[in-house]
């Protein structure tokens, strides 16, 4: 098609793209920002200076921070939470829906409706706190990883995405001999990989930024996920530092942003590295999501 | 005697078949398909239905050792110390300040984007900018308030940019008059990229011969935007409105949570940074647990109130 262009036409496609930019930059500036700091001289940033590089090269904050014991155990608990998390989000939303693709289940009805009303009511932050305490689960590997392992959502968007499997398939299945968790193993699971890819990002990510369970659930530190060791970075005063890290921000050779901001990136840097490559399955995973709705 | 005894029996056995019966025998078929049901099944009942039975914690005394049930009811009691209290009008104004505000500023802003993006026919810039704007939203809340007190910091980027102007420093983070606009702008620009992608997705499925023909109609592209792109995209603001309003009250309280300090409580607290406070951290269950539960209550009626609105003036509604 061609577009005989007019010049108010002209005008507005200017306009957008210089917004467009505009908006670019005042995304990608904050981010470079913090990169930039981290690594600057401590003089640099109490004056304001550091802007889109790093000014006067310090690598200082990233030495005191890897120097912490808790940033190693955090990372492995994080690991493990998502890790753990995420297999059994996966294998449990799977199990859940695919009894409801078969319509002469006994259940099929029940379930559903079961799994709707959690959409609209909740017990609510002290009520479920209460149960978790009750059942006690407070302090323990499995609190961050079971309570929110199965949401009526998934299942939802996992039974719509079973249902365009072929029943042929099951029912040829069946007359060879395999029963329905067979059938789900060897036949769904292998044809629902994009699925699946998809639904595994998300849970990681979610578990990579979890810090409020943490917090209310957990009081041994060492079990604390890397964003409660990020928060302990980021919200304690100088006071929380070590004496030598005291001398160091006395001295003015490190600023405490330096750690702060290491501590940013650190926790950051995964997240960015593998987002340029992925990012159209999350894209994706909005729109199959979006179906029902 | 005898044969009205086996008649008796016969009946029985064949109402059997149709009845419990058959039931029994679908359900030793089914077995495989009760036993994958099975574990998410105790999950959902245990940490979705058990806390709506704990609900129930806020009209009672709670006692540790006699359980939720076991507990002496007290009635509205926790519900009527909330209203009573002083702290209750600033809670709830400052929920619905913030939830107002995120409407009116965070709810437009991706429509807005998402209508300007629709217009870019340089379709690898626009992937481009798309790429970047999607990314705050896989970012943490600890992350995000940790940029902002760096940013409002005396010596951070807000007061170099204040400072072109000739104006003093100020540390934003300190002062509540700032909290709802650093609040709110945090809010859009983690959520705008993110928040267009369902608006993009409808207005994919514009149909493109409307804009062909509205070209050789003369119309200009602003004409076009109101008149072919918004109509397109309608439905799924009005779906995603009602569900905004529904969360009105819903605060991101664990941003609160990281983002105030009691210089600022006065603009900042909200009435589940209360329910934290008062119930994690002060161990005032039932307390907490009322003003939660009225919370949602309320939050609830709007969705029902918008959604009945919106079907009254409208043709889309969620249910």
Known sequence: MVYKSSVGSRIFDAVNIGFMLLLVIVTVYPLLNVIAVSLSHSDYISLGKVTWFPRGFNTKGYGIIFDKPMLYISYRNTVLYAAAGTLLTLFLTSLMAYPLTISKFQLKNGITVFLAITMFFSGGMIPTYLIIKQLHMLNTFWVMVVPGCISAYNVIIFRTFFQNISSELRESAYIDGANDLVVLIRIYLPLSKALLATFALFTVVAHWNVWFNALIYLKDEHRYPLQMFLRSIIFTQQEGQSSQVKDMIQNRQINPKNIQMAAIVITMAPILCIYPFVQKYFVKGVMVGSIKG | ?319
């Open chain 2, 1 to 319: 005697m005898d044969q009205t005894a086996s008649a008796k029996s016969i009946m029985k056995t064949r109402s059997g078949t149709s009845g419990p019966n058959r039931f029994l025998r679908e359900f030793v078929q089914q077995k495989y398909l009760y036993l994958m049901v099975l574990p998410g099944f105790l999950i959902v009942l245990v940490f979705a239905y058990f806390p709506m039975y704990g609900v129930l914690v806020a009209f009672k005394d709670y006692n540790v050792a006699k359980g939720i049930w076991g507990s002496e009811w007290v009635g509205f009691k926790y519900f009527k110390q909330f209203l009573d209290n002083p702290m209750a009008l600033r809670t709830i104004k400052n929920t619905l300040i913030l939830g107002a505000y995120g409407l009116v500023f965070g709810f437009p802003a991706p429509i807005v984007l998402a209508l300007l993006l629709n217009e870019i026919r340089h379709t690898a810039f626009k992937k481009f900018v798309q790429t970047v704007s999607y990314f705050p939203h896989f970012i943490s809340t600890v992350i995000i308030v940790g940029m902002i007190k760096e940013f409002t910091s005396l010596d951070g980027l807000f007061n170099q940019i204040t400072g072109l102007f000739g104006l003093e420093p100020i540390n934003f983070m300190t002062e509540s008059k700032y909290f709802r606009a650093l609040f709110i702008g945090s809010g859009i620009w983690q959520g705008i990229g993110w928040g267009t992608i369902l608006y993009l997705a409808a207005l994919s499925n514009a149909d493109p011969t409307l804009y062909d023909v509205a070209s050789i109609d003369g119309a200009n592209r602003w004409q076009k935007i109101r008149n072919i792109s918004i109509p397109a995209i309608m439905p799924t603001i009005i779906i995603l409105f009602i569900m905004s309003v529904g969360g009105i009250l819903g605060t991101d309280f664990m941003k609160v949570l990281l983002m105030y300090n009691p210089s600022t409580y006065e603009k900042a607290d909200v009435i589940d940074t209360y329910v934290y406070r008062l119930g994690i951290e002060g161990g005032r269950f039932e307390y907490a647990a009322a003003v939660g539960l009225m919370l949602s209550a309320v939050s609830f009626l709007f969705v029902l109130i918008t959604n009945r609105l919106s079907r009254k003036y409208s043709e889309t509604s969620l249910w």
